[in-house]
């Protein structure tokens, strides 16, 4: 489970996109970032492609990303140049935890 504190905007969130363990070529695409409340809350916003052929992708918190505290699901939303969606992970979601701050 990734763990971060509300309110924390130096917090960039990554990962590496595969199909079978073989890195997905994300050339041409847009990948979204993508998290969902517990109460249905849901929030997409734009993610980086840091090397497409690598398959590597980030998510650089800014204030677009405004969430209270609970936990979330969380996932990768790819659409490639074809306009062919593949969601990431596939079958189950990252899990997710705000944790209050302390002031």
Known sequence: MLRVKADDTAVVFTAI???DGVPVDLTGAEVLFLIES???QKIQV???IVDPLAG???YQVTGLL???PGRYRQEWQVTFADSG???FPNGTYNRLEVL???N
């Open 17 to 19: 996109l595969t199909v």
């Open 85 to 87: 969606v593949l969601t």
């Open 66 to 68: 405004q969430v209270l």
């Open 38 to 40: 517990e109460a249905g």
């Open 46 to 48: 734009l993610a980086e």
């Open 56 to 58: 590597s992708v980030q």
């Open 100 to 102: 209050a701050d302390l």
